[in-house]
């Protein structure tokens, strides 16, 4: 494979962005390189610059659940985009999005739509703020929910990747309000809730982690922090810009039956257009500007095309057996890669929900932030560029969850594989 239009390309964004990208994790650090520049994607691939094809399992980081460029979701764009890109005013579609999301998302009475998942977890905190009239908020060790400064403590995704947990900027003040607990551990939650429960306004949570790789949570443990919420008057909020809409159709508070305060959404239903939304239980939204005193606001939230795409996205993803497919597709390529890691006698485990799945070089099983940063992420980036130059598009950290569509079909997972006993070869060499 060659790089050279990639490269000069990198060579020029990195003169004028910030590592060469308008996203950190997008520079490949962690594993090492250059990244490639994508000219287009279809279905199940991608195509850098270059002419080279991958097989694509990070789908722009979650939205292309029903793989690039659906013609359906096309069209929606296109029809849509006729009639003007933003109006800054209501329109329609705004309001069949908030129908759809309350349809398959029943704790969510009411909601607000906006522009990114940053957006939806940080307004999320503002009202259990508001509404509570407390401080604290709890999040977890390597969970990330986008860059908002209450939330760079003990980051995951690129804050992790890069050692930067704690970020500079972040003023003391507000990070001494974010507390933070070991994920799955069930006594430290019991313990701080114990200790200073009456102060926390809101406990955010990736039920499913998919920002320190991917971690499921322990039988039980969801209800155990949905109790200690409830006990202590705090709100629980499920940050599901990942998993919703993918680990279920009503995501993971639908797979684990576990009812949220407050939820936050992105990504998918956004289709790839820039989407976030948030909310909730209706006592709570409705202090939320104009209707209430709490204030949140966006220009283009609600956008028509965004609004389009993600509804046209949604529409494919309550198609009869969707989500049952792309579990058995996950499962299909999780033990495939096992089973070929075994043969070459490479220490490897999976995790794995439906639509999204975690590697890592480590005996298993996986189920705290400790087991996922015990994971050789050395051998993970030889892992990674053996696999690029087969073909195959994972994540570019040992810190990020991987991505199924419902375009990846048994030739891509097949191909896949193949590309998979080379590179498990190559590192049992190294
Ligand atoms: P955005 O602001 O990037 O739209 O969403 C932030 C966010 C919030 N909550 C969860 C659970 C998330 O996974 C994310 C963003 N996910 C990362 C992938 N690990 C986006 C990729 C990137 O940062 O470029």
Same mark, same amino acid.
């Given at each position: 494979?060659?790089?050279?239009?990639?490269?000069?390309?990198?060579?020029?964004?990195?003169?004028?962005?910030?590592?060469?990208?308008?996203?950190?994790?997008?520079?490949?650090k962690?594993?090492?390189?250059?990244?490639?520049?994508?000219?287009?994607?279809?279905?199940?691939?991608?195509?850098?610059?270059?002419?080279?094809?991958?097989?694509?399992?990070?789908?722009?980081?979650?939205?292309?659940?029903?793989?690039?460029?659906?013609?359906?979701?096309?069209?929606?764009?296109?029809?849509?985009?006729?009639?003007?890109?933003?109006?800054g005013?209501?329109?329609?579609?705004?309001?069949?999005?908030?129908?759809?999301?309350?349809?398959?998302?029943?704790?969510?009475?009411?909601?607000?739509?906006?522009?990114?998942?940053?957006?939806?977890?940080?307004?999320?905190i503002?009202?259990?703020?508001?509404?509570?009239?407390?401080?604290?908020?709890?999040?977890?060790?390597?969970?990330?929910?986008?860059?908002?400064?209450?939330?760079?403590?003990?980051?995951?995704?690129?804050?992790?990747?890069?050692?930067?947990?704690?970020?500079?900027?972040?003023?003391?003040?507000?990070?001494?309000?974010?507390?933070?607990?070991?994920?799955?551990?069930?006594?430290?939650?019991?313990?701080?809730?114990?200790?200073?429960?009456?102060?926390?306004?809101?406990?955010?949570?990736?039920?499913?982690?998919?920002?320190a790789?991917?971690?499921l949570?322990?039988?039980?443990?969801?209800?155990?922090?949905?109790?200690?919420?409830?006990?202590?008057?705090?709100?629980?909020?499920?940050?599901?810009?990942?998993?919703?809409?993918?680990?279920?159709?009503?995501?993971?508070?639908?797979?684990?039956?576990?009812?949220?305060?407050?939820?936050?959404?992105g990504?998918?239903?956004?289709?790839?257009?820039?989407?976030?939304?948030?909310?909730?239980?209706?006592?709570?939204?409705?202090?939320?500007?104009?209707?209430?005193?709490?204030?949140?606001?966006?220009?283009?939230?609600?956008?028509?095309?965004?609004?389009?795409?993600?509804?046209?996205?949604?529409?494919?993803?309550?198609?009869?057996?969707?989500?049952? @497919?792309? %579990? /058995?597709?996950?499962?299909?390529?999780?033990? !495939?890669?096992? &089973? #070929? $890691?075994?043969?070459?006698?490479? =220490?490897?485990?999976?995790?794995?929900?439906?639509?999204?799945f975690?590697?890592?070089?480590?005996?298993?099983?996986?189920?705290t932030?400790?087991?996922?940063?015990?994971?050789?992420?050395?051998?993970?980036?030889?892992?990674?560029?053996?696999?690029?130059?087969?073909?195959v598009?994972?994540?570019?950290? @040992?810190? %990020? /969850?991987?991505?199924?569509?419902?375009?990846? !079909?048994?030739? &891509? #997972? $097949?191909?896949?594989?193949?590309? =998979?006993?080379?590179?498990?070869?190559?590192i049992?060499?190294?």
């Open positions: 494979m060659t790089h050279d239009r990639s490269h000069d390309l990198f060579t020029r964004a990195s003169e004028l962005l910030p590592g060469g990208v308008n996203s950190p994790v997008r520079a490949f962690s594993v090492g390189g250059e990244p490639f520049f994508a000219a287009r994607a279809l279905g199940p691939h991608l195509f850098d610059v270059d002419g080279n094809r991958y097989v694509d399992y990070v789908g722009s980081w979650g939205p292309m659940i029903a793989g690039h460029a659906h013609p359906q979701v096309l069209d929606a764009v296109a029809r849509t985009m006729r009639d003007g890109l933003s109006f005013v209501p329109n329609a579609l705004e309001v069949e999005m908030a129908e759809a999301i309350t349809r398959i998302v029943p704790a969510m009475e009411m909601l607000r739509m906006v522009n990114s998942g940053t957006e939806a977890t940080l307004s999320a503002r009202v259990a703020r508001g509404a509570t009239g407390r401080s604290r908020i709890v999040k977890f060790e390597g969970c990330y929910h986008g860059h908002g400064d209450s939330f760079l403590v003990k980051a995951g995704s690129g804050a992790l990747t890069f050692g930067l947990p704690n970020s500079p900027g972040v003023p003391k003040a507000l990070a001494d309000l974010t507390l933070t607990l070991p994920y799955n551990d069930f006594d430290a939650a019991t313990a701080l809730f114990e200790e200073v429960g009456e102060e926390i306004a809101g406990l955010i949570i990736e039920p499913i982690v998919g920002n790789n991917c971690i949570p322990r039988e039980g443990y969801l209800q155990h922090l949905r109790d200690l919420c409830t006990r202590h008057g705090a709100l629980l909020i499920f940050d599901e810009v990942m998993t919703g809409f993918r680990v279920a159709l009503g995501g993971a508070q639908e797979r684990y039956g576990i009812t949220p305060d407050l939820s936050t959404f990504k998918i239903i956004g289709g790839g257009m820039p989407v976030g939304a948030y909310g909730g239980r209706r006592d709570l939204m409705s202090q939320v500007a104009p209707s209430g005193p709490i204030y949140q606001a966006g220009t283009l939230s609600g956008n028509p095309v965004a609004m389009a795409a993600g509804l046209a996205t949604l529409d494919l993803i309550q198609a009869p057996g969707f989500h049952a @497919a792309l %579990e /058995a597709s996950t499962h299909a390529l999780c033990d !495939g890669l096992e &089973e #070929i $890691a075994r043969e070459a006698g490479v =220490a490897f485990h999976t995790t794995r929900a439906p639509g999204m975690g590697l890592y070089f480590r005996e298993g099983p996986v189920e932030f400790e087991d996922s940063a015990g994971s050789d992420a050395k051998r993970f980036g030889r892992f990674f560029h053996a696999m690029l130059e087969r073909g598009y994972l994540a570019p950290s @040992a810190f %990020e /969850a991987g991505f199924m569509s419902s375009a990846h !079909g048994e030739t &891509e #997972i $097949a191909q896949t594989l193949e590309a =998979a006993r080379g590179a498990f070869a190559e049992a060499a190294a």
